[in-house]
């Protein structure tokens, strides 16, 4: 299967609010090999959805650092006791922009602060009466099935609906679904959408599984110098990136994901996860390496 692939972008996403990210990197490795390049820019979340609909390389498997759905198969649905609660993913991303459509920046607060779907949200001094409607023990709110794996691997997931903290990740994918919603029709979503036999497809990526396969601890997932990049990047087979002393782990992320990407696209069980049903694919999508 890797050949069908000839790049493999990873990119650091955020759901910070401005109009541009220092959180956000794209990094992009070559199947003929080298090292991944980051493309130093600094992003605004409109400047990504530009390349991805007009200016993404052919046959490119691009991997992206968010929740591409909310939970679902804990509860039955994504919003439960609400009667318009959409039926699968690519309805959920049409609902979110359909909200927040004419937020700025691809923001997900009109979303979040919508009368019916506040109570599922936890946000600042609001707990969210709805937040754990699975009764999770864990306290970290409701998670997708996929989410129950990189547990199980060693991760330390948390729920979309946590709007705050260090944990938060919930803004993040919610102005990640605005974009999907806007890639409809330009580039597949796998496994939400088959995987095409030709050309290129996007999935959904939680960077620290790569540096877990790359060598690096739970605990210590993030690297945050080039030595730490370079002796990852090695476990990886990849050449190693030039550069000395500190760097962000937006960029590290970014670079070793995209070189963690190339190793291990052609695995056929990397498509085929024990957890993954039809349901499951349609509603809550998965992560791509998630097993």
């Not at 649905?77 to 609400?82: K, S, T």
């Not at 349609?282 to 097993?291: H, I, M, Q, S, V």
Request: net charge neutral.
């Amino acid at each position: 299967m890797n050949s069908r692939f000839r790049h493999f972008i990873a990119i650091d996403w955020s759901g910070a609010k401005g109009p541009r990210q220092k959180g956000i990197a794209l990094a992009i490795a070559d199947a003929e090999g080298g090292p991944p390049v980051l493309v130093r820019h600094h992003w605004s979340r409109e400047d990504v959805l530009y390349v991805l609909r007009e200016r993404l390389p052919a046959d490119t498997l691009v991997g992206l650092d968010l929740g591409i759905a909310l939970p679902h198969a804990d509860c039955g649905a994504y919003f439960p006791g609400w009667a318009h609660s959409p039926p699968d993913g690519p309805s959920l991303w049409a609902l979110i922009d359909h909200i927040a459509g004419e937020e700025a920046n691809l923001g997900a607060n009109a979303f979040v602060a919508h009368p019916d779907l506040r109570p599922y949200f936890r946000n600042g001094a609001e707990t969210g009466s709805r937040f754990g409607c699975d009764g999770a023990s864990h306290g970290r709110g409701r998670f997708r099935v996929t989410e129950q794996a990189q547990a199980a691997m060693g991760c330390k997931p948390y729920s979309n609906f946590n709007l705050v903290g260090a944990a938060q990740v919930g803004k993040s994918s919610l102005t990640g679904m605005r974009m999907l919603h806007r890639l409809r029709d330009h580039l597949p979503v796998w496994p939400i959408d088959p995987l095409p036999p030709k050309g290129s497809v996007l999935v959904e990526i939680y960077t620290s599984l790569a540096a877990l396969e790359a060598g690096r601890r739970p605990s210590s997932a993030k690297m945050r110098s080039y030595d730490e990049l370079n002796e990852a990047l090695a476990v990886l087979g990849s050449p190693p990136v030039s550069g000395t002393g500190p760097v962000d782990d937006h960029t590290t992320d970014a670079l070793l994901t995209a070189a963690w990407l190339r190793r291990v696209a052609h695995e056929p069980h990397r498509w085929n996860p024990p957890g993954l049903t039809g349901d499951i694919a349609r509603t809550e999508g998965w992560t791509f390496g998630a097993l």
